[in-house]
C-alpha cells in the first residue's frame, strides 16, 4: 500500500504557560528510563527523549483512549496507509489534544506536548508558537495525534497532525527514512494571502536565503535556474538516480554558490532536534549529496511581481524539498537514503 498526500484548501487564544511541563518531561522520561527496555533507556541519552515520552505515554492510555489514537504498524483506511498520510491541513484521528479538556488527562497533555516540543530545536520553540497561534489558535487547539505499532519495540511511531502540520516521532524504527516519513509545516501569518516579503512569516527566511543565491547567478545560470510553472505542491515522489531534475544542478555551480546551497539546507533542517537533522543529512549523503541534486525556482505566482521567487524547491533521488510560497507558506520535505523505498513512493 503507497501513501496518498492530500492538499486541501487551507482556509482561535494562545495556550497558557504550564508551569508543571518541565517537571513532567524530566519526571516521565526518567520514569521511562528507569522501568522499560534498554532501546528506551538508551533514547534518553541519544537526544530522543521524546520517544521516552511517547513509551510513558502510551503506557499511560486507558482501554478507551487507546481505542481511539492506537493503531498497527500497517493500518490503512480510505486514506491508505495511515502512518505514512501527510497534508497541509488534515487530523490524523477525530479526537483533538484540546488542552483543558476531558479525553487525556493533564499528564497526558503535558507529555504530548512536551513529545511536540522535543522534537524542534529549542532555538524554534517560540517561532513554533507563533505559528500555531497563527494558524490554529495556539498550540492544542486544534492538533490530534496517533500512535503506531508499539513503542519500545522496533516499530513504532506518534504522529502529529493539524493545520500546517504534520510531524512524526519515531525513535529511528522506520527504516532508511528522515523525519519518520513526508513531514509538512507551513504558516500564514497575517491571513490566508501574505503580501510580498511575508511579514511575520516564521519560514519566509528560508526563501530569503534560497533567493540569495539566485541573485549569485549568471544570466546563463538563470535560465536553466528559473522555470515558469512549479508542480503541483504535493507532487514529492522520488525521481531516482536517473530523474530528470528541475532547474539547474548544484555540481554546475561555483564554490561560492554551491557554500550558499549549503547554507539553505541548513536553514531548511534547522527547526528540528539535532538527531532528526542529522538523519536527514546522512540520507542525502548516501544517495551522493547536494552535487547530485538541482535547485529550481518559479516565475508562477511571484507575489507582488517583485522578481523574489515565492515557489522553489531543492530535489535529489530520494530528497524533495518544495517551498511553496504563495499565498501562503506550504512546505512538503519527503526524504529517504534509497529511491526505492516504497515508505516514501508517494502516490
Not at 511575520?200 to 540569495?212: H, L, S, T
Not at 538516480?241 to 532547474?247: A, L, N, S, V, Y
Request: proline share 6%.
Amino acid at each position: 500500500m503507497q501513501p496518498r498526500i492530500i492538499c486541501p484548501d487551507c482556509s482561535a487564544d494562545a495556550e497558557p504557560h504550564v508551569n508543571r511541563r518541565a517537571f513532567i518531561q524530566s519526571a516521565a522520561v526518567a520514569a521511562a528510563a528507569a522501568s522499560c527496555a534498554p532501546t528506551l533507556r538508551a533514547a534518553e541519552t541519544s537526544g530522543r527523549e521524546p520517544e521516552a515520552l511517547v513509551w510513558k505515554l502510551h503506557q499511560s492510555l486507558t482501554p478507551d483512549q487507546r481505542s481511539q489514537i492506537c493503531f498497527p504498524w500497517d493500518h490503512t483506511d480510505k486514506r491508505g496507509l495511515l502512518r505514512t498520510h501527510v497534508s497541509n491541513n488534515w487530523n490524523i484521528t477525530d479526537t483533538k489534544l484540546n488542552v483543558g479538556g476531558s479525553f487525556y488527562t493533564r499528564d497526558q497533555q503535558e507529555m504530548i506536548e512536551a513529545i511536540f516540543y522535543g522534537l524542534y530545536n529549542p532555538e524554534w520553540h517560540d517561532r513554533i508558537r507563533k505559528q500555531l497561534q497563527d494558524d490554529a489558535g495556539g498550540y492544542g487547539k486544534a492538533q490530534t495525534i496517533a500512535l503506531f505499532g508499539e513503542p519500545g519495540s522496533d516499530k513504532f511511531e506518534l504522529v502529529m497532525t493539524g493545520r500546517h502540520l504534520t510531524i512524526r516521532c519515531d525513535g529511528n524504527t522506520t527504516d532508511h527514512v528522515a523525519f519518520g516519513g513526508p513531514i509538512f509545516y507551513g504558516h500564514a501569518a497575517q491571513g490566508f494571502d501574505e503580501a510580498k516579503d511575508h511579514p511575520g512569516n516564521v519560514f519566509w527566511p528560508q526563501a530569503v536565503k534560497a533567493n540569495g543565491l539566485f541573485q549569485m547567478l549568471d544570466g546563463k545560470q538563470r535560465k536553466q535556474a528559473l522555470l515558469e510553472e512549479a508542480p503541483h505542491e504535493a507532487d514529492v515522489a522520488f525521481l531516482g538516480p536517473d530523474g530528470k531534475f528541475p532547474g539547474i544542478a548544484i555540481s554546475d555551480l561555483s564554490s561560492d554558490q554551491k557554500a550558499v546551497v549549503q547554507d539553505v539546507l541548513k536553514l531548511l533542517v534547522e527547526p528540528y532536534r539535532n538527531v532528526d537533522r542529522e538523519e536527514a543529512l546522512e540520507c542525502l549523503d548516501k544517495q551522493g549529496g547536494l552535487d547530485k541534486c538541482s535547485l529550481a525556482f518559479y516565475q508562477s505566482d511571484d507575489i507582488g511581481d517583485d522578481g523574489v521567487w515565492d515557489i522553489w524547491r531543492l530535489e535529489g533521488p530520494s530528497f524533495v524539498w518544495h517551498f511553496r510560497g504563495s499565498p501562503h507558506v506550504h512546505v512538503w520535505a519527503n526524504i529517504a537514503d534509497d529511491p526505492s523505498v516504497p515508505l516514501n513512493a508517494v502516490g
